[in-house]
Nanobody
Framework: VQLQAFGGGLVQAGGSLRLSCAAS????????MGWFRQAPGKEREFAAA????????NYADSVKGRFTISRDNAKNTVYLQMNSLKPEDTAVYFC???????????????????WGQGTQVTVSS
């Protein structure tokens, strides 16, 4: 079972990036999928989550209105479109799957049981 995140890179403030997370080894079409991020010296924090159907999403206040999470269950892939990036968005971004939670709200970090390896996003000022 593997989640592989890619699409990170270096971008100037105000720019955009699209992260992808490809899942393999099992189907994640019924799981809650989420994105977390971890800046140097800080704890891993929630960024966004999406329901299995894609009809419901949840965002951290810090990214709301700038980031969009989506998924394609046929491709077993989840995406994070990041617009209007800020230097404070600089972090390693991790995708995760929860087979425990039934909705993207209130699904805490410890309830995500599958994690990808992370992809670095660096936003320069």
């Amino acid at each position: 079972v593997q989640l592989q995140a890619f699409g990170g890179g270096l971008v100037q403030a105000g720019g955009s990036l699209r992260l992808s997370c490809a899942a393999s080894g099992r189907t994640f079409s019924t799981d809650i999928m989420g994105w977390f991020r971890q800046a140097p010296g800080k704890e891993r924090e929630f960024a966004a989550a999406i329901s299995w159907s894609g009809s419901r999403t949840n965002y951290a206040d810090s990214v709301k209105g700038r980031f969009t999470i989506s998924r394609d269950n046929a491709k077993n892939t989840v995406y994070l479109q990041m617009n209007s990036l800020k230097p404070e968005d600089t972090a390693v971004y991790f995708c995760a799957a929860s087979s425990v939670c039934s909705r993207p709200y209130g699904c805490i970090r410890d309830e995500y049981d599958y994690w990808g390896q992370g992809t670095q996003v660096t936003v320069s000022s």
